[in-house]
């Protein structure tokens, strides 16, 4: 199993751009996480999805949509790209249930200027 | 406020040493608390999960303590190898019976092992 990919793993957006990071994942898990973590600080939930179709709010969406067609397939979505975006972000997925741990992605690192 | 501290911020020992990383936390309710060890450009990795009953988990030269009284952990790390030089996150889980449970992370510790 490749387990959790995402892509690209670098890029450079002007500001206003938009750009789409991809995850996939290969383990058939239910919930799947968008995090970004920014220099010195803890990783902060951005969205997640419990299953295709269902899609939930974490403690920082504003600026970011996500979209859960498939069960593998969990695309981060960026409209107007700011300095403030300028981060580290993480894909992560687990079953339902057990020990809930999650199993993170390669990590996408994106600056804006 | 739920919250977890680690300490030290970061730390530099010699190859073959142990070292101890501490976490503190103020999250209630308490589900689990998990190490997470993340390399230097790559996702974290788990590496021990705790309930609130265990007091002692290990996972080879790794070993995870908790006090659920005191609320604190420890992660102890035995003969520390090149590859030990990570950043160790510690994370607690917000019981919830719902769908999704809510993550506390710390920030970590960044340990560098030298030759």
């Known amino acids: 199993n490749a387990g959790v990919t995402q892509t690209p793993k670098f890029r450079i957006l002007k500001i206003g751009q938009s750009m789409t990071l991809q995850c996939t994942q290969d383990?058939?898990?239910?919930?799947m996480y968008w995090y970004r973590q920014d220099p010195g600080m803890g990783l902060k939930l951005i969205y997640y999805?419990?299953?295709?179709?269902?899609?939930d709010k974490g403690e920082v969406p504003n600026g970011y949509n996500v979209s859960r067609s498939t069960t593998e397939d969990f695309p981060l979505r960026l409209e107007l790209a700011a300095p403030s975006q300028t981060s580290v972000y993480f894909c992560?997925?687990?079953?339902?249930?057990?020990?809930?741990?999650?199993?993170f992605g390669p990590g996408t690192r994106l600056t804006v200027l | 406020k739920n919250q977890v501290e680690q300490s030290p911020q970061s730390l530099i020992i010699l190859e073959g040493k142990n070292c101890t990383l501490q976490?503190?936390?103020?999250?209630?309710?308490?589900?689990?608390l998990r190490w997470y060890k993340q390399d230097t450009g790559r996702g974290p990795v788990s590496l021990t999960i705790?309930?609130?009953s265990e007091n002692t988990k290990s996972n080879g030269r790794y070993t995870a303590t908790l006090d659920a009284d005191t609320k604190q952990s420890s992660l102890h790390i035995t003969a520390s190898q090149l590859s030990d030089s990570a950043s160790y996150i510690c994370?607690?889980?917000?019981?919830?019976?719902?769908?999704?449970?809510?993550?506390?992370w710390g920030l970590g510790t960044s340990l560098a092992v030298n030759p």
């Open positions: 992560a997925s687990r079953h339902r249930g057990g020990t809930d741990t999650q199993y």
């Open positions: 383990m058939n898990h239910n919930y």
């Open positions: 999805s419990v299953g295709a179709g269902i899609t």
């Open positions: 976490c503190n936390y103020t999250v209630s309710p308490f589900s689990n």
């Open positions: 705790m309930t609130f």
């Open positions: 994370v607690v889980t917000l019981y919830n019976a719902g769908n999704n449970r809510k993550l506390i």
